[in-house]
């Protein structure tokens, strides 16, 4: 995502190596999507770690920014609801990392815009960013109130029950969603998600390293979608991070066989089967291919690397969510 607000899953006292490969390969997979929000601006804008006296913007293009956003206030003075200039400033604003300042035209926008949730979202990971907490965790209870089965909303809540140390919220959250869900169905079917539902569930057991309640709502996924590979990928992840690779083998195999094509070398990635690819093309080609890939072999991955979808450059008019196959009962 190209906007997103980075912040670590879970905390690194963690285990890195479920807490990487599970968020990979079932946010990768899982069939709900996440908008593109904050990173990319931060990255690209941000000083590095490095070399924090040394801005990553030019003084004329920083300069540049400024006048800009200057003369979207302008606008906005006059025409306070002229949602090109909001997003305009908004675009300005995050390109110059100024998070705290791009919260007033995202809320403006977000009103202007109350169907389009993706602009919620991303005012809540805004102010999450900015050390807001009870203020997200309000904006995606507000979202799931009207729209119960938004994942987007219920995956970013359940990510800062979890950084505040909350598991037993998020697992309660989680379950309330699930129990409620064939009601809410019955009445408009598709309103909720359950699969994916029970994968971000399964996800949190797995990282609570309560693994015995995350090989149980797999399974429970297993049973009801049987041509649907999320669910088994996700349960031998489990068994091979519980040292059990003898078993988790044929769930990787049956795995590979109902992905789509576009996902299959990336299981037997994760399954160990084969080396990861050295890349030959420049990272543009590579980022238009598929969802992010599996970890390298190479590298030690770290709690902070979560994973972000393929990156945009500007705050879309109407932003929708990027979406990856659900293969629930046919795989395209």
Request: glycine share 4%; charged share 20%; proline share 8%.
């Amino acid at each position: 995502m190209s906007y997103r607000v980075q912040e670590s899953f879970v905390s690194q006292k963690r285990s890195l190596w479920i807490n990487l490969v599970l968020v990979l390969a079932l946010l990768a997979f899982v069939g709900f999507s996440m908008i593109p929000l904050l990173g990319t601006f931060l990255k690209e804008n941000q000083p590095s770690a490095g070399a924090a006296a040394t801005p990553t913007i030019s003084s004329e293009k920083q300069v540049d920014l400024q006048d800009q956003a200057k003369g979207y206030e302008a606008v906005l003075q006059r025409e306070p609801q002229n949602t090109t200039a909001l997003r305009g400033l908004l675009e300005v604003r995050l390109k110059l990392g100024d998070i705290k300042g791009a919260i007033t035209p995202l809320e403006q926008i977000a009103k202007l815009n109350p169907e389009q949730t993706d602009y919620a979202v991303l005012l809540a990971q805004a102010k999450q960013q900015v050390g807001d907490r009870e203020g997200a965790a309000q904006t995606y209870r507000t979202i799931l109130s009207s729209k119960p089965g938004n994942m987007n909303a219920l995956q970013g809540l359940v990510s800062l029950l979890l950084q505040q140390d909350q598991p037993e919220r998020a697992i309660g959250l989680l379950q309330d969603t699930l129990k409620t869900a064939t009601p809410i169905n019955d009445i408009k079917p598709g309103t909720v998600d359950v699969i994916s539902v029970q994968l971000l569930l399964g996800q949190v057991y797995a990282n609570q390293k309560r693994y015995s309640e995350a090989i149980a709502i797999y399974d429970e996924s297993i049973k009801t979608n049987k041509q649907d590979f999320r669910p088994v990928l996700a349960k031998a992840l489990v068994l091979k991070e519980q040292g059990r690779p003898v078993e988790a083998k044929p769930l990787f195999t049956t795995a590979v066989s109902l992905a789509p094509a576009q996902y299959k070398d990336q299981i037997k990635q994760l399954a160990g089967d084969t080396p990861t690819p050295t890349p030959t093309s420049s990272p543009s080609n590579s980022q238009n291919s598929t969802p992010e890939a599996a970890p390298k072999a190479s590298a030690q991955p770290k709690a902070s690397d979560a994973p972000t979808a393929p990156t945009q450059t500007q705050v879309p008019a109407a932003p929708k969510a990027t979406e990856v196959p659900n293969a629930p009962a046919a795989v395209d």
